[in-house]
């Protein structure tokens, strides 16, 4: 296990942090909070993370999933009932690709599915959407489910 310690003295987000995912290759943490903040940090020296960038959501950001396929792509999920697909490179600002709004709920949690092309939005804890997330086609959704899980 390695531990990442992000705050004092490094900076740290103005609310409490509600989701974070490490990049498949554990050089990259994303951390969403509930001010709407998403931060992405370096994490090549776990005892001295750097933030690379931010962006953010009009509302919490309750879920961030980075995709299997692609390093440079992140899906974020708020409290609006949004759920985004960012570009997020090392030396540009990160770029919004893909909104998949209209959930009827908050999206709670978010998980890329191995093809790296659907996402699986839990909506309020009760059920889980899915997309297609590239041409944002809506597919179906999955009734009683509570968590997301992935592999």
């Given amino acids: 296990m390695v531990r990442v310690t992000v705050g004092p003295p490094s900076p740290a987000h103005a609310a409490p942090v509600s989701c974070v995912a490490f990049r498949a290759d554990g050089r990259r943490l994303a951390s969403g909070s509930t001010d709407g903040s998403v931060w992405v940090w370096d994490t090549s020296d776990p005892h001295r993370p750097v933030r690379l960038t931010d962006f953010g959501h009009r509302a919490a950001v309750a879920a961030v999933s980075w995709n299997p396929g692609a390093a440079d792509l992140l899906a974020t999920g708020s409290a609006d009932g949004t759920a985004s697909v960012w ?57 009683d489910c509570v968590r997301l899980d992935v592999s």
């Fill in 87 to 143: 570009r997020v490179v090392d030396d540009r600002p990160p770029s919004r690709m893909k909104a998949l709004p209209g959930h009827p709920g908050a999206v709670a949690a978010i998980s890329w599915m191995p093809d790296g092309q659907h996402l699986l939005c839990l909506i309020g804890g009760a059920r889980a959407a899915v997309w297609n997330a590239f041409d944002e086609s809506y597919l179906g959704e999955l009734d």
